[in-house]
C-alpha cells in the first residue's frame, strides 16, 4: 500500500487548509485511515482518524472543534479540512492506514501510531503569525 499526502502550504494565521491523502496498491478491507502530524524537535502527534465505515471519528486534542476527517472508499481517498489554522498547527502531516481489521472500543488504540500499518511521505504545513 503505498499513501500519498498532498495539500500542505503556506497559510496565514486564521486560513484554512485541506489534506488529501491518496491510497494505492495492494487493497485491504476495512483499513482505518488516520492523520499524525510531527513537528521539529517533537514526538509525533496524533491528530483524527475515521474507521472505515466512517461511523467513528476521533480528533485528538489539537484540532478538535476546528479540523475535519472525512473519507472517500470510492477513491480510496481521506482528507483533513483544517479550519482556523494557528502557528502551533506548524508541523508535517502524515497519513496512515491501519489494516489489521481490529475495531476497538477503546478509543486511545486508534490515537497510537503503532496501530498503523502503512505511513504517507508527509505534507508539510506552515502556519505564520
Known amino acids: 500500500v503505498q499513501l500519498q499526502a498532498s495539500g500542505g502550504g503556506l497559510v496565514q494565521a486564521g486560513g484554512s487548509l485541506r489534506l488529501s491523502c491518496q491510497a494505492s496498491g495492494r487493497t485491504f478491507s476495512r483499513p482505518t485511515l488516520g492523520w499524525f502530524r510531527q513537528a521539529p524537535g517533537k514526538e509525533r502527534e496524533f491528530v483524527a482518524a475515521?474507521?472505515?465505515?466512517?461511523?467513528?471519528?476521533f480528533y485528538g486534542a489539537p484540532g478538535k472543534g476546528r479540523f475535519t476527517i472525512s473519507k472517500d472508499n470510492a477513491k480510496n481517498a481521506v482528507y483533513l479540512q483544517m479550519n482556523s489554522l494557528k502557528p502551533e498547527d506548524t508541523a508535517v502531516y502524515y497519513c496512515?492506514?491501519?489494516?489489521?481489521?481490529?475495531?476497538?472500543?477503546?478509543?486511545?488504540?486508534?490515537?497510537?501510531?503503532?496501530?498503523?500499518?502503512?505511513w504517507g511521505q508527509g505534507t508539510l504545513v506552515t502556519v505564520s503569525s
Open positions: 496512515a492506514a491501519g489494516v489489521r481489521g481490529i475495531s476497538s472500543s477503546d478509543t486511545t488504540y486508534y490515537t497510537l501510531p503503532r496501530n498503523y500499518d502503512y
Open positions: 475515521i474507521t472505515w465505515t466512517g461511523t467513528r471519528l
